[in-house]
């Protein structure tokens, strides 16, 4: 019983649900005092963004699930700890716990309303198509831009739209700034799978490119987005406010260094990249959010 309890934990990955979790509630709340809803109790708001944000949770484990259904093959060369490749789920296990938490998601989304729901179902359609064919995930570049819309920029907007209007401005050029951070940043799950991508044809910027050249490439784009905040503003189209956002271009630095000397990360069964990213990313919808709740 122990070990199939761990054995969910690995197939989930909790850690990778905790970040949608509490940047998708911060960027709802942050929506909300930027358009100037003041009618609902502290009772109501929290009625709606806790499963609101619930559905970003599990549509990550969701994810988490099904790319590891559809990879066990890698999995058994570079990561063989993980639960299919030791035994404890079958790759059928998989699909179904997937295809139930893809499923949870959607209908909580409608009990929110019609647009938050469009853009779950949207998400989920990315991530599905990322792993299952036409399997996005093999194609070089398609790979990461699927990656950078679905949880760049449609999380962004899906979690503006449950107070706000996603279209506006603001939460657009957020969720370009997210989206163009994760393109480049992306790269750094796959430095451990180079061999096992490389098996199952997969293509990768590091795989086909080597990891130096890989590097470099993620470091323009992850730079660039940060770097993409200043114009923004110039062009009022966004506060500026925001500009300390601007220097987690450090970041992105540390990033790219940490990806040319692939440190591994026990806790976290990736790179340190790999997790700093995710942790630069984290801050960035973090003082997105903020910002924006106490400029307002």
């Known amino acids: 019983m122990n070990q199939k309890i761990y054995g969910y934990m690995e197939l989930l990955r909790p850690f990778t649900l905790l970040a949608p979790l509490i940047v998708s509630s911060c960027v709802m709340i942050a929506s909300l005092v930027f358009s100037g809803i003041t009618e609902l109790s502290v009772l109501n708001v929290f009625l709606i963004v806790f499963p609101a944000s619930m559905c970003f949770a599990l549509l990550n484990g969701a994810s988490n699930a099904l790319n590891q259904a559809t990879d066990y093959k890698e999995d058994a060369i570079s990561k063989p700890y993980r639960p299919i490749p030791k035994g404890i789920f079958t790759v059928k296990e998989a699909f179904h716990i997937s295809f139930i938490f893809y499923s949870i998601a959607i209908v909580l989304s409608l009990f929110i309303h019609f647009t938050f729901s469009l853009f779950i179902f949207c998400i989920a359609l990315f991530s599905i198509t990322y792993s299952l064919p036409p399997r996005m995930k093999k194609h070089l570049l398609i790979n990461q831009i699927w990656v950078a819309l679905s949880r760049g ?63 470099k490439i993620s470091l323009f784009f992850m730079g660039g987005s940060f770097g993409l905040i200043l114009p923004l503003i110039a062009f009022h189209i966004i506060d500026i406010s925001f500009l300390p956002l601007s220097c987690l271009i450090v970041l992105s630095v540390i990033i790219y260094w940490l990806m040319i000397h692939n440190r591994k990360n026990e806790t976290y069964e990736n790179t340190s990249s790999w997790t700093l990213m995710y942790a630069t990313y984290f801050l960035f919808a973090l003082g997105f959010a903020f910002i924006t709740i106490f400029s307002a």
């Open 153 to 215: 920029l449609l999380g962004i907007l899906a979690s503006w739209s449950v107070f706000g209007n996603p279209f506006q401005p603001l939460p657009i050029a957020i969720g370009s700034i997210a989206a163009l951070f994760l393109f480049g940043g992306t790269a750094t799950k796959d430095i451990l799978d180079t061999n096992a991508d490389r098996i199952a044809g997969t293509k990768t910027l590091v795989n086909v490119y080597g990891l130096q050249k890989a590097a």
